[in-house]
């Protein structure tokens, strides 16, 4: 018989990784007792992000599908990729959906409440304790709670990854830091500047920046933001002023912007850890490191291993196995239906080259290329990465196109 706890299992962190994992787990097996604990004082809360993922969420979370109006702000069909000297662009059509973080992650949590969850706002989990039989949570201010299970899903700093001797956090070359704002901007200036497409840009090394810098127009927003890795001296704060200041003069925003009142953020480039579970425990989202390098999309990659973590979670307790071993099943599926981002981390490497100028000229002039790199934009952004672009075509068509370049007609 397994020990008394309070609750089964314990989710710490009510972002979009936790909530789905919490929905997830509640609609399989609904009597399991489950916690979703966050720091945050009320939900909703808000979260630095340019708000975009791709419109494969709604069919990866068929709940979502028909509810748009809860949490959708715009919808965007067209994605331009800049080169660094700003002379180069390659673009085309795509889709792309545009939310406020505090009304999706809000609409998340309110879902997995509904679901039957327990919420508890304003506990920041500052240590766990793994036992032969049970796990104790603790908070600040010495209340715990025990449970059989703990998902780890609190962001990019995650105390359960460290207590637990999973990752120790990132390095400063593993993350890149952001500055973002999201300016509320009148939806008639929208209108006229941006609409119908509302292009979604990205301006790679910006300003020689190793990152990008992004412009995400929306219905009554306009999120603009950049970062770079973080082991760069770079003060992202000037750049950012550059780029407001360049935004207003192409008249993509309005001349009363002001750069002043962001918030910042750190993001992980590297890719999943080698190891996403241990006893009683499994990482998401950020804190297991779900995010695409190329682009910095984390949502929908972090909901899916949500829901991955939840599957597996559903067998440990039909079986009452919550060892390392038995928990391997959740990494074996993150790697079939997420995987490494090998494609992703290869964009990322040619962003990064001196060639990426050359790469994005190339890439003007031939419609292949253009249609590549847009179904990538889209493709990363919504976390279709088993099915991804083939990056070996795109870079094959690169060559190939170079070779025609050097030697005339082949
Ligand atoms: C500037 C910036 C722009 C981005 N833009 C995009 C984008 O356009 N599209 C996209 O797909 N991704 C984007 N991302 C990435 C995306 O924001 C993350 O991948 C996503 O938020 C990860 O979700 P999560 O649920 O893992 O963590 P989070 O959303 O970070 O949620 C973690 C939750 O845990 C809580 N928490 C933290 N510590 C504790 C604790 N000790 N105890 C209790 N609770 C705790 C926090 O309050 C928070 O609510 C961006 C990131 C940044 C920094």
Not at 6 to 13: E, L, N, P
Not at 174 to 189: G, L
Not at 324 to 334: K, N, S
Request: proline share 5%.
């Amino acid at each position: 018989m397994p020990e008394k706890t309070d609750f089964d299992v314990v989710v710490v962190g009510a972002g979009p990784a936790g909530s789905t994992a919490t929905k997830w787990l509640k609609d399989r097996r609904p009597d399991t007792r489950v916690l979703l604990v966050d720091k945050a004082a009320r939900i909703p809360r808000d979260k630095p992000c340019g708000g975009f993922v791709g419109p494969e969420v709604l069919e990866v979370f068929p709940y979502l599908k028909g509810k748009e109006r809860e949490f959708l702000e715009s919808e965007s069909f067209e994605g331009i990729l800049h080169s660094p000297d700003l002379r180069y662009q390659v673009g085309g059509r795509t889709k792309m959906l545009g939310l406020l973080r505090s009304t999706f992650d809000g609409y998340l949590t309110k879902v997995a409440q509904k679901a039957g969850a327990q919420l508890k706002t304003g506990h920041r989990v500052k240590d766990i304790k793994i036992e032969s039989q049970k796990a104790t949570v603790y908070f600040e201010g010495r209340k715990k709670v025990t449970t059989r299970a703990v998902v780890g899903a609190e962001g990019v700093v995650s105390v359960v990854a460290r207590r637990t001797g999973l990752h120790q956090g990132w390095q400063s070359n593993q993350v890149c830091k952001c500055v973002v704002k999201e300016f509320p901007v009148d939806p008639e200036f929208i209108k006229k500047h941006l609409a119908p497409n509302r292009a979604v840009h990205l301006y790679l090394g910006f300003q020689g920046t190793p990152g990008y810098a992004w412009f995400f127009p929306k219905t009554r927003h306009i999120n603009a933001g950049l970062g770079c890795f973080a082991n760069h001296q770079v003060r992202l704060m000037d750049y950012f002023r550059l780029f407001i200041k360049l935004l207003k003069g192409w008249t993509m925003l309005p001349d009363s912007a002001r750069a002043e009142g962001v918030s910042a953020g750190l993001c992980p480039t590297v890719g999943p850890l080698d190891t996403t579970q241990s006893n009683r425990v499994l990482l998401i989202g950020d804190a297991a490191g779900f995010v695409s390098p190329a682009t910095g999309a984390g949502i929908l990659p972090g909901m899916i291993s949500g829901r991955l973590a939840a599957d597996t979670l559903v067998e440990a307790l039909e079986h009452n196995r919550f060892d390392t071993e038995f928990l391997t099943r959740y990494q074996r599926r993150w790697e079939k239906h997420i995987g490494r981002f090998s494609s992703e981390l290869m964009v990322q490497r040619i962003f990064l080259t001196p060639f990426c100028n050359l790469f994005i000229r190339i890439g003007q002039q031939d419609a292949t290329i253009r249609r590549l790199v847009t179904r990538a934009q889209s493709h990363t952004a919504g976390g279709s990465y088993a099915q991804g672009v083939s990056i070996p075509r795109l870079l094959g068509r690169v060559a190939w196109d170079l070779l025609k370049g050097a030697f005339g007609r082949l």
